[in-house]
């Protein structure tokens, strides 16, 4: 399973990261490896767990927006 993740850097240092297409699916650490790491634990957990209560995996649809500036 391929999942898009989004990075972002915080003002404070270290960097949040979250999957768009799991919901509520939200990680961090002080660098883009560890932050990468902990994310990829979160997706697992969060898929065992929605797969241990018998819940199908939300279907979310992303488009990309092109905008002059």
């Excluded at 509520?24 to 997706?43: D, L, R, Y």
Aim: glycine residues 6%; hydrophobic residues 40%.
């Amino acid at each position: 399973m391929r999942l898009r993740v989004i990075l972002e850097p915080q003002e404070e240092g270290g960097y949040t990261v979250y999957i768009p297409s799991l919901p509520g699916c939200v990680s961090q650490g002080e660098t883009v490896e560890e932050a990468m790491q902990n994310i990829k634990e979160a997706a697992e957990l969060y898929i065992e767990s929605i797969k241990s209560r018998a819940l199908p995996l939300v279907k979310i649809e992303e488009r990309e927006l092109e905008l002059t500036v």
